[in-house]
């Protein structure tokens, strides 16, 4: 009977010990899991200014394509390719000595037409002088007004003929119609022109000078009221070697409608040029201040998710934490605050360095976690120390740059 005892209490203890283990890991999975070490940085409060980018391509003002308007041979160039060339100056010379003939033989022309005027006014006023008289026939003296008003016709016609002769004599002479810079000559002496056709250089003007760029047609509005400021750091230019150009700019011009096919207006932004420092054609990008520009709140952007495209940080908050099952709050004063980690949606601005500045969704002195966010869940409990080294994240990948 006693062997039958002791071989008994064997699986008792057994039993006893595996409910004693279920209570331990009941316990445990109450607990929850440990909480994540992370590092977080303060959302401060910083005057930002920044600016809105866009691609800009320098144009010239005034810029002319040199062509002939008579027929002849180049016979003079009288300027130095790529230098500036004051208005009114001769740059080419086409060959004058028939131009000049012509002009000749209209002036000729033209006197010989007011000699006949001359001759016929003369016999319309004898004749008209006889008439009174009843000393010649009506009809002669009809004849002399009709021939006083061909002569008058054909002096009209010489003095046109004149005109004429001596505005080809002058486009023989190709001169600079504003001031400006004169690009490589696309002929040579001797080379024979013909009207309208043959380019013979290009001329463009330097100082002002403007840079092109394409809006979206929602943001209209905007720079017809930039255009009407006074503000001289509103528009910057960063030239293609990467320094900032150092004159500011003004709305020049922005164009008349909306292209159709893209839903893009041209704006002209113009520049003072005494240096000579920007060229037509160049590439550049044309900073414009942001209108909320100003003191905003700005955190790491390392510290930003995207979902869906939409962004969002890990701000910490500490909570009361829940005394152990079974005891008091007062037994327990070690468990008296938990810090746990709340996903905010924020609305992002331009980026700035490392930085990026928040315009909605965070308050000056909130704490975002920039470091072990990537397995955190939205109010899962949180340490602050050295965050472990970045994985993938489990709530949304790193945020790309926000379009600006």
């Not at 003929?161 to 486009?171: E, F, I, K, W």
């Not at 152990?324 to 810090?339: F, I, L």
């Not at 993938?392 to 926000?402: D, F, T, V």
Request: proline share 4%.
């Amino acid at each position: 009977m006693k062997t039958i005892y002791t071989l008994s209490a064997v699986p008792l203890a057994m039993l006893l010990w595996a409910g004693c283990k279920s209570k331990e890991d009941k316990s445990a999975a109450a607990a929850g899991p440990p909480p994540t070490s992370v590092s977080v940085a303060e959302a401060k409060v910083v005057n930002a200014t920044y600016y809105d980018q866009y691609q800009a391509t320098v144009v010239a003002l005034s810029s002319v394509e040199l062509r002939a308007q008579v027929t002849g041979f180049i016979t003079a160039i009288n300027f130095k390719e790529g230098e500036v060339v004051p208005k009114g100056k001769i740059l080419y010379e086409i060959d004058r000595r028939n131009f000049e003939a012509a002009y000749q033989q209209a002036k000729a022309n033209l006197s010989s037409a007011q000699a006949n005027l001359v001759r016929a006014q003369k016999d319309a006023d004898r004749y008209a002088f006889l008439l009174k008289q009843d000393a010649v026939a009506r009809q002669t003296y009809d004849q002399s007004v009709a021939t006083l008003a061909t002569n008058q016709a054909q002096v009209e016609s010489a003095r046109a003929g004149v005109t004429t002769a001596l505005t080809n004599l002058s486009y023989s002479q190709i001169r600079a119609p504003f001031t400006g810079r004169i690009g490589i000559s696309q002929v040579r002496l001797g080379a024979q022109v013909t009207p309208g056709t043959t380019l013979l250089n290009t001329i463009s003007s330097e100082n002002p000078i403007g840079a092109d760029i394409t809006i979206n047609e929602q943001n209209v509005d905007r720079f017809y009221k930039l255009q009407r400021k006074t503000t001289d750091s509103t528009f910057r230019l960063k030239l293609s070697s990467g320094g900032m150009y150092n004159q500011v700019g003004r709305i020049y011009a922005i164009d008349r409608g909306v292209n159709s096919l893209t839903g893009t207006v041209k704006v002209r932004v113009k520049f003072s040029n005494p240096q000579d420092s920007l060229r037509d054609g160049m590439s550049a990008v044309l900073n414009v201040l942001n209108d909320e520009s100003g003191d905003r709140v700005q955190i790491p952007y390392k510290a930003v998710t995207e979902q869906m495209g939409e962004y969002f940080v890990f701000v910490t908050r500490d909570t009361v934490a829940a005394p152990p099952q079974g005891k008091d709050e007062k037994a327990a004063p070690q468990n008296k605050r938990d810090t746990i980690a709340q996903q905010r949606k924020i609305t992002l601005g331009p980026r700035i360095s490392d930085k990026v500045v928040i315009m909605t969704g965070l308050k000056e002195g909130e704490k975002v976690i920039t470091d072990g966010f990537q397995r955190l869940k939205d109010g899962g409990k949180v340490t602050l120390g050295a965050a472990p080294a970045q994985g993938g994240a489990a709530g949304g990948k790193p945020a790309e740059k926000p379009k600006q």
